[in-house]
């Protein structure tokens, strides 16, 4: 768990520098996609389903890289196999999405692969804090399985969404 911790400082602290910044511009309305997933193979067939959904995708080759990006850029989608970097709980990926604050948490939609759960166990999404479970047998359907489960999350805080909007709090 320290070695977790100190990535997470050395990425908190370390200085800007610009070519760490994952999009020099971004549409206004455009949508952005961060892949943590070091099997190619599973890796083209995400990055393809996101690019198919219109999302500009990064590909993060460890956890460190990933960190960096998210320091800078808030990720409408995050995709994140659950051994990434660190098996099971000792993701630094996993770690640093736990923390975020609730505002901006809510924000990003993540979706975490990992062959311990069936795909879409909600029971395992919430004690994992992520939106949806993806077993990586399902891997050929992951674009469906994603674009269901947006749709699924943004139906579920639609009306909270539109609360916060109307009281001047977002």
């Known amino acids: 768990m320290g070695d977790e911790k100190s990535l997470l400082n050395e990425v908190a602290s370390g200085s800007y520098n610009a070519s760490e910044r994952p999009f020099d511009f971004v549409e206004a309305d455009a949508e952005t996609a961060l892949i943590c997933e070091t099997e190619s193979t599973a890796r083209e067939k995400i990055g393809r389903a996101l690019k198919e959904m219109g999302y500009q995708i ?17 990720y409408d989608v995050v995709v994140v196999n659950e051994n990434f970097e660190g098996a099971g709980q000792g993701n630094g990926v996993l770690i640093y999405l736990e923390n ?52 699924d999350n943004t139906a579920f805080y639609h009306v909270f969404k539109e609360t916060l909007k109307k009281t001047g709090r977002i």
């Open 58 to 74: 990064t590909e993060a080759v460890a956890a460190r890289d990933a960190l960096k990006s998210m320091r800078f850029h808030v």
């Open 100 to 151: 975020l604050a609730m505002h901006t948490r809510r924000n990003i939609f993540v979706a975490l692969i990992s062959d311990k759960y069936r795909t879409m166990d909600n029971m395992a999404a919430f004690n994992r804090s992520v939106n949806i479970v993806i077993n990586p047998k399902n891997m050929d359907d992951i674009g469906t399985i994603i674009k269901g489960g947006i749709a």
